[in-house]
């Protein structure tokens, strides 16, 4: 199905299955209203949102299965929109925001499993607006923030559960906002902030519930970096 370039204010996809072939949604404009992904199942092709831009419009995955395929939003724009995947499963897609711009807009994974699969947001600048895991999964796959920036964003990991993923913010550069991991839960596999620039904003680690598994820094843990909050050292 080829949308490239349109200009939408709603649609509905719900409970689709994508097994194969392409979605194109590349270029398009979401000015207002609400496409629908929700229950939809992913096992295979491509949904793209290349180079879209969202002023205001809401495109929801919530209740989404991704166990193949790619949905990608590569170099896409973000200002005002928001887009949800409450509940969403992911055991095996790929969901990129590789150079994506967020300006005042809100991106929700908030109570997703993450058991395969990978959500890459490389590269991509955060001017404000927030982007949400809260009580999500990770149980495997990755989750990549690395040589994105920070000048102005809430990230939210307010309890959730790191058992077997890799989650990395390589290379990322934080000159305001907040990534909070309060009341997380750290049990195995470390949280990689390594080659990161830290110039304003704070990564609070102070209240998490579990600290099993410390974060990867380039600096010793008991002399951190401003605007780096810690628990209590030891850590046990």
Excluded: W
């Amino acid at each position: 199905m080829d949308f490239h370039g349109a200009a939408f204010d709603g649609g509905d996809f719900s409970g689709a299955v994508f097994s194969g072939g392409r979605v194109d949604f590349g270029g398009a404009r979401f000015i207002g209203g609400r496409v629908d992904f929700g229950g939809a199942t992913f096992a295979g092709g491509r949904v793209t949102f290349g180079d879209a831009k969202f002023t205001g419009g809401r495109v929801t995955f919530r209740e989404a299965r991704f166990s193949g395929g790619e949905v990608t939003f590569r170099g896409a724009e973000f200002a005002g929109g928001t887009v949800a995947f409450h509940n969403a499963q992911f055991s095996g897609s790929n969901v990129g925001f590789v150079g994506a711009t967020f300006t005042g807009s809100q991106v929700h994974f908030g109570v997703a499993q993450v058991t395969g699969g990978h959500i890459n947001l490389f590269d991509a600048k955060f001017a404000a607006g927030v982007v949400s895991f809260g009580v999500t999964a990770f149980c495997a796959g990755s989750v990549g923030f690395d040589n994105a920036r920070f000048d102005g964003c809430a990230v939210d990991f307010k309890k959730a559960r790191f058992v077997g993923a890799d989650v990395s913010f390589g290379g990322a550069q934080f000159a305001d906002g907040i990534v909070d991991f309060r009341y997380a839960r750290f049990t195995c596999n470390a949280v990689i902030f390594s080659k990161a620039g830290f110039c304003g904003g704070t990564i609070d680690f102070a209240h998490v519930d579990d600290f099993s598994v410390q974060p990867v820094f380039d600096f010793e843990l008991r002399n951190p970096a401003k605007g780096v909050a810690l628990p209590p050292l030891p850590i046990s």
